[in-house]
């Protein structure tokens, strides 16, 4: 089975790192047994980062290894040592990479190299039972857990991002255009559908350098997935202009410039977005006699369209000087035209973080807590420590949880739930105190720290 070396559109998950637990640790002094709790923090879990890379030109690396994950954080340990925050993983796109969610919401729109998107946040190291200290609690007798680090399934689309995009029909010489207006080296053979990928070539024409691409591919119907167009006339949607290359030697009966022209335009037209771009026209192949003479033919009506025409060879390089000056000029327009934050930017569409800090709902014979505070909290929580979860009582009853379920009418010993699938679930019994009572005494404070 071949392995593809051009991959444009590839579904990844991604996993920030586990964030470290605390520690729960007494310090040892002589003659003292119990010096104090002095349990370090776990380390935070590593961010996974997309990042546009130049050297990159295809997503073809995350085709087969698709699901990323970052560094774990390492556990606290005693006598305050924090644990080591967990390596970020750094995924290299090309330049022009939009990042979606599953369901097709754009996230964000990668352009200029070096560009950084953290995509899966590492979760935040657990604290250590010296960093839950305070004089109402002198020895915590618990730590807090690492949270797990964020998930997400994400599709990455590149779109090539080129000053100029050629377009037309199989064979009709476009990269043979970029091959020989540029260093470019794409494969060339004269049967449709010999190029597979987008080629680029760097032009330039006096004080101008732009980038040149073709569109592999368009053919009627393309637009609606005929061909192999529809895989690729996203390429053009970041292009200054275009430049529909016509085959003035093609072989094909029942095609001339006029119609092959009209036909591309029409799958513009459908796919969208595409009518501000200036247009150009090159009549290629005019070193066949035939293709001259219909050059010659079709130049006035294609003109009184408004389209400025050229007609050339990349076989004999005849009329290239011109057509690599008249797309210079359209690229100098419009980077004169384009405000400079545009140029190299990065369109980022956050969640919205407004609203209340938690929510209760009734869903059947449950009671639902949702919030960013109590799920984390629940997280944090080693639930085979009683004092732990005596904390996570204590600071959910801060938050208001408990208010609001007796607000809502919630009953002694119906069931609460914290979180979506994986929530914890818990009876409510308001009448008993928050918190779990040590036996040494009130939680939290252990008397033994008090003997001399």
């Not at 689309?157 to 476009?174: I, M, N």
């Not at 597979?196 to 101008?208: I, K, M, Q, S, Y």
């Not at 384009?338 to 930017?345: N, S």
């Amino acid at each position: 089975m071949a392995v593809p070396t051009f991959v444009d559109r590839v579904a990844v998950r991604v996993t920030g790192g586990r964030g470290g637990n605390g520690v729960a640790s007494v310090r040892r002094e002589k003659f003292k047994p119990l010096g104090g709790p002095d349990g370090g923090n776990g380390g935070n879990g590593g961010n996974v980062v997309l990042r546009v890379d130049a050297a990159t030109t295809t997503l073809v690396d995350y085709h087969h290894e698709s699901h990323r994950r970052a560094g774990p954080g390492r556990h606290g340990s005693g006598s305050l040592r924090s644990g080591a925050n967990g390596a970020d993983l750094t995924l290299p796109v090309p330049d022009g990479t939009v990042v979606r969610t599953a369901a097709g919401e754009v996230i964000a729109d990668l352009v200029g190299a070096g560009t950084e998107l953290i995509v899966a946040a590492g979760g935040r190291g657990g604290l250590g039972n010296a960093a839950l200290a305070s004089t109402k609690r002198k020895a915590p007798g618990f730590a807090l857990l690492g949270e797990p680090g964020g998930d997400a399934s994400l599709v990455l689309e590149l779109k090539v991002v080129a000053d100029v995009g050629l377009v037309g029909f199989p064979s009709a010489g476009k990269s043979s255009l970029v091959a020989a207006l540029s260093r470019a080296r794409p494969k060339i053979a004269d049967y449709p559908f010999t190029t597979l990928v987008p080629n680029l070539g760097v032009v330039t024409a006096g004080e101008t350098t732009y980038t040149v691409a073709d569109v592999p591919g368009l053919i009627e119907g393309a637009s609606e997935g005929h061909g192999l167009g529809h895989d690729f006339l996203r390429h053009v949607e970041r292009c200054a202009a275009l430049v529909h290359v016509v085959d003035c030697a093609t072989p094909e009966t029942g095609r001339d410039p006029l119609s092959d022209l009209d036909v591309i335009e029409r799958e513009l037209a459908r796919y969208g977005g595409l009518d501000d771009r200036p247009r150009l026209v090159a009549l290629n192949k005019v070193d066949v006699p035939e293709g001259r003479e219909l050059a010659e033919l079709v130049r006035g009506d294609l003109q009184a369209q408004g389209l400025t025409v050229l007609a050339v060879s990349a076989a004999t390089r005849a009329g290239l000087r011109e057509l690599a000056f008249a797309m210079a000029r359209v690229v100098a327009d419009v980077r004169a035209a384009r405000p400079a934050a545009e140029q190299t930017r990065i369109v980022l569409h956050p969640a919205a973080v407004s609203g209340p800090e938690f929510t209760v709902r009734r869903e059947g014979q449950v009671w639902r807590v949702r919030g960013v505070k109590p799920e984390r909290w629940v997280r944090q929580t080693d639930f085979a420590n009683d004092e732990a979860v005596g904390f996570l009582a204590d600071r959910l009853a801060r938050l208001g949880v408990e208010q609001r379920l007796l607000e809502l009418g919630a009953e002694p010993g119906e069931a609460v739930a914290i979180g979506g699938e994986d929530a914890v679930v818990f009876d409510f019994d308001p009448g008993v105190s928050a918190g779990a009572e040590t036996l040494l005494g009130r939680r939290g404070q252990d008397p033994r720290l008090d003997r001399g």
